[in-house]
């Protein structure tokens, strides 16, 4: 799939994610590191995108992720910013971040954390990502918040590799939302 293509897969993709939650009564919100904006451009590409969509922290700093979201120092000086755990704990960061109490904690955390490349960071190769998704128990059919992260192993372009993250994290999490 060429860059368009790519692009209006993620409206495609953005478009059913934001009626499912209009419908569900849930929020998004989202922290980006490696993606600089670009996820939570694909929602508010979408007419309408205010109903659901509260915003995004762009964390691209290492400190930021502390300092702004309350990702562990410890963790990230041990392991630097691309790893699962600052993405589980960047999605969490971010759902309650961007909470307020007419939500009801009904709010999806999004997280993108990885090297874009060209070249690789340190011993982290290009095209290493990490996702985070934080789904709250109230959306879920067995009653369970869940928080995980998906490691993707990505090629092509610095461009190439970002619109792929975007691309992946919507189509996981509208299969996360069935």
């Not at 499912?20 to 490696?34: D, F, W, Y």
């Amino acid at each position: 799939m060429d860059l368009n293509q790519l692009r209006q897969a993620c409206d495609d993709a953005a478009a059913r994610i934001l009626k499912i939650c209009e419908v569900r009564g849930a929020k998004i919100s989202c922290a980006e590191s490696l993606t600089g904006g670009l996820l939570a451009d694909a929602f508010v590409r979408i007419p309408g995108a205010s109903n659901v969509f509260l915003g995004s922290a762009v964390t691209y700093d290492i400190k930021a992720k502390a300092s702004v979201l309350g990702v562990d120092r410890d963790l990230l000086a041990r392991e630097g910013a691309v790893h699962p755990e600052v993405a589980r704990q960047m999605a969490a960061a971010t759902a309650r971040l961007y909470d307020q109490p007419e939500y009801k904690s009904r709010i999806i955390g999004l997280s993108t954390t990885g090297v874009a490349g060209p070249g690789p960071d340190g011993d982290k190769p290009a095209g290493l990502v990490y996702t985070g998704f934080r789904i709250p128990s109230s959306l879920r059919a067995n009653g369970n918040e869940l928080i995980e992260a998906i490691e993707l192993r990505l090629s092509g372009t610095r461009e190439a590799v970002r619109l792929q993250t975007v691309f992946n994290v919507l189509i996981r999490l509208e299969r996360l939302l069935h």
